[in-house]
């Protein structure tokens, strides 16, 4: 169910989708080969830092068959290389109010796959307007990406947000289902198209640089308090890795994974040597259509 947005709340989600939208178009132009990645996650950190906001999650920065939840490492000495495609998925928020985007940069051939996820984008915006569900959004993005030959991933979706939490009823999915919800006016959400020369399913790779906290109890183990005030301020919004204390890291981590304080967020990934990519963008329902904040 839609909550009607106050002029406040609406001005918040407004300036956050501009300042996501000027990051990442800043971001996206930093990405070269040779460039390091690491240099490029926390310039676009940065950039959202002075620009007022916060960052709703850690910048993704997913390569080739990588589909999210990668970003920089503490240290992190990978470069960019000629072939390479990059998913920049970047969060925004101001008092909690999130507006999420995302581009793809093709340092390779891929031209037709960048665009398969891109109009499956530009396709299922137009559908946007109270009435329609979110099975007939996915059936828009399927058709886009299978026409050019390629699978959407299906076990990723879009989603909706809210105050301080990034995913949120609705799920917009990226193949077509009968039903789903109904879009109503006031419902904030991103679509989020992903098309893949793979499979179209998205496994869990060993690699976890992003977590989130996920509840809150006492700890004893020191190093894991420290961690625990760190992210506190974060509200339940996903924290990299790299920005917590690195005393005893891992044991910390895992020891609040362990108590069910910390969720680990592995990157997920097609089949080895395919490749996908990604567009994003947020979205708020009006009476007749929709206002795309990050546009």
């Known amino acids: 169910m839609s909550v009607p947005l106050t002029a406040d709340v609406f001005d918040c989600y407004s300036?956050?989708?501009?300042?996501?939208?000027r990051v990442l178009k800043s971001g996206a132009g930093m990405?070269?080969?040779?460039?390091s990645i690491l240099e490029v996650v926390e310039s676009v950190e940065r950039m959202v830092s002075d620009a007022g906001a916060g960052l709703a999650f850690p910048l993704?920065?997913?390569?080739?068959?990588?589909?999210?939840?990668?970003t920089a490492s503490i240290g992190d000495e990978r470069l960019f290389a000629d072939g390479d495609v990059a998913k920049l998925d970047l969060g925004v928020h101001l008092d909690g109010y999130i507006a999420d985007t995302a581009v793809t940069v093709?340092?390779?051939?891929?031209?037709?796959?960048?665009?398969?996820?891109?109009r499956a984008l530009e396709a299922a915006i137009a559908l946007v307007r109270p009435g329609v569900t979110t099975g007939e959004l996915g059936g828009a993005i399927q058709q886009e990406i299978e026409s050019r030959g390629f699978r959407p991933v299906v076990n990723l979706t879009g989603h909706g947000l809210a105050r301080y939490a990034i995913h949120t009823p609705p799920n917009i999915p990226n193949l077509s289902l009968q039903g789903g919800a109904v879009l109503e006016e006031g419902m904030v959400f991103a679509i989020e198209p992903f098309a893949?020369?793979?499979?179209?399913?998205?496994?869990?790779?060993?690699?976890?640089?992003?977590?989130?906290?996920?509840?809150?109890?006492?700890?004893?183990?020191?190093?894991?308090r420290k961690i625990l005030g760190v992210v506190r301020e974060r509200r339940g919004m996903p924290f990299a890795r790299r920005w917590i204390p690195a005393e005893r890291q891992d044991f910390a981590l895992s020891t609040l994974i362990q108590q069910d304080l910390v969720r680990a967020y592995p990157v997920l990934a097609d089949v080895p040597g395919s490749v996908v990519s990604q567009h994003e963008h947020t979205l708020i329902v009006t009476g007749d259509g929709c206002i795309v904040i990050t546009a």
Request: net charge negative.
């Open 60 to 70: 993704n920065l997913s390569l080739n068959d990588d589909a999210a939840h990668d």
């Open 31 to 35: 990405i070269r080969s040779g460039v």
């Open 196 to 224: 893949s020369t793979g499979s179209g399913m998205v496994s869990e790779k060993p690699r976890v640089e992003i977590f989130q906290q996920i509840s809150i109890k006492p700890v004893r183990l020191p190093s894991a």
């Open 106 to 118: 093709d340092l390779g051939d891929h031209s037709l796959l960048v665009e398969a996820s891109q």
């Open 15 to 21: 300036e956050a989708g501009k300042i996501a939208s």
